[in-house]
């Protein structure tokens, strides 16, 4: 069963810091990962996506990186702003024509001041 | 360039009541339509997904349907609510086809059912 399990679930850390989250997959055969922002209220929009050759993937402050040999992916944010606080949701895809992505669950990260 | 939409935006409505919820895509042709669920602290859950007009698959039994009647127009439908139905329903699309298949997703209508 394809599964895409993600940590920690939620996270807080002060303005200005770093911070890396995590996911762990399943899914295969493998077809690309992308990493979604969700402010709350609001509908996701993608950081980054990642095919099987690449292993990094930077989009202003967020950094993706990919170990498709040990299926696991992070999202780096660096120097996090009071904007960042949202859910970071990680969607893994197989290829064969499936179009049906796995989602993770979500890290939620909060910046405080 | 492509956009969603979503509405309502907020929905309040009683156990027993009909659902009717919109989504319709611009600016792309024979897109893939999906509808999900997402509950207060929880993942997102796929509910239908369809690869053209008229062609709906169903991802989880529930009292829910949807149907596609236009090209970019996917519609998500209740004949008597249940109070396990209240979340926040997200439209999404993705290019047919495509190897990286990012979704786009709408902004989302928040339901209560009281």
């Known amino acids: 069963k394809n599964q895409v399990e993600q940590s920690p679930q939620s996270l807080i850390i002060l303005e200005g810091k770093n911070c890396t989250l995590q996911c762990n997959y399943t899914v295969s055969p493998f077809s690309n990962l992308r990493w979604y922002k969700q402010d709350t209220g609001r509908g996701p929009v993608s950081l980054t996506i990642m095919t099987f050759s690449e292993n990094t993937k930077s989009n202003g402050r967020y950094t993706a990186t990919l170990d498709a040999d040990t299926k696991q992916s992070s999202l780096h944010i660096t120097a996090s702003q009071l904007s960042d606080s949202a859910s970071y949701i990680c969607v893994v895809s197989a290829s064969g024509g499936s179009y049906i992505p796995t989602f993770g669950r979500g890290t939620s990260l909060i910046v405080h001041p | 360039s492509q956009t969603i939409h979503q509405w309502p935006a907020t929905l309040v409505q009683p156990v027993g009541s009909p659902l009717s919820l919109e989504c319709t895509v611009e600016?792309?042709?024979?897109?893939?339509l999906y509808w999900y669920r997402q509950a207060a602290g929880r993942g997102l859950q796929l509910l239908f997904y369809s690869v053209g007009i008229g062609q709906i698959s169903s991802e989880v039994p529930q009292n829910l349907s949807a149907s596609r009647p236009q090209d970019r127009q996917f519609i998500l439908s209740s004949k008597k609510l249940l109070l396990s139905d209240s979340g926040f329903y997200l439209c999404a699309w993705s290019v047919q086809g495509a190897r990286t298949d990012t979704q786009y997703f709408g902004p989302g209508t928040r339901l209560t059912v009281l």
């Open positions: 600016g792309t042709s024979n897109p893939n």
